[in-house]
């Protein structure tokens, strides 16, 4: 039978975190959400995650049993705050740091939820785009190559969403299409995130793999890219330093809700989600 995953866009600040959990409640109820999924890289008050904050995605919500996150994804602002390695390395925790940076960098690569009798494990993966990005990164091709095909010797059945992390349109989309040629019938979804800015290109690629360039963000809506307006605007205008601080203004989460065949191994239908507070 098809079960239904989300998966939400940038958690910016404290109204993203608030935003986010509003949202994971509501899918779970009103769409009958299997899994609830997050990028959170911009969680600590608006660059990074912290511990506390990762905590509070995970507890189990009100009067729930449920957590908001069952698993985090990060970005290029994975280490901004060191206290979150720990978790990284932590097998038992739904959190990995992007798959394509140095081998020597802490963290696991690549997350796995347990199989239910309902769906089979899903796997999360996440690489760093190469164009534009302040943070180096290796090849995302390969690194997404290297750790499904590690995936298929050792859990044939898991089935597997890439999010990329990445500036560039074109760089996400790619990867999308290589996900269909190479790996169909393991990869279910590939999503874009890190601009904070939804796209309007949500499609089942070749009927089979679940697509969007952007899932957006959750955080303040009345904002560039979830920071305060003015602050931004005059350092662009004045070029003089100015703290960017987090929107608390129209506070809304954005991403996709997606609806997976384990018979097919493939996307049936994808839907994108903005809810706000």
Partial sequence: ???????????VG?????????ASRLVRERDN???VIVNAENARNGSGLNPDSYRELRAPMKGATTPAADAVTLGDHVYKDTRIIAALEDSAQPIARPANISVLSPGKRITILPATDERPPIAILTVLGRLYLPMPANDPFEAIDRELAALRDSMPDALAIIEIHAEATAEKQAIAWHCVQKWGGTVVAVFGSHTHCPTADARL?????AAITDLGMCGGLRSI???SIEPVVKAMTTQHPFTFDVS?????AQGVLIEIDPVSRAAI?????QIPL
Avoid at 205 to 209: H, P, W
Avoid at 269 to 273: E, F, G, K, L, N
């Fill in 14 to 22: 404290t109204p993203g975190r608030t935003a986010f959990i509003h």
């Fill in 33 to 35: 959400a299997a899994l």
């Fill in 248 to 252: 608390d203004q129209e506070i809304t």
């Fill in 205 to 209: 690629l070749d009927n089979k793999v």
């Fill in 1 to 11: 039978m098809p079960f239904t995953i989300a998966f939400f866009g940038d958690i």
């Fill in 225 to 227: 890219i979830g920071r």
């Fill in 269 to 273: 239908s994808i839907r994108q989600v």
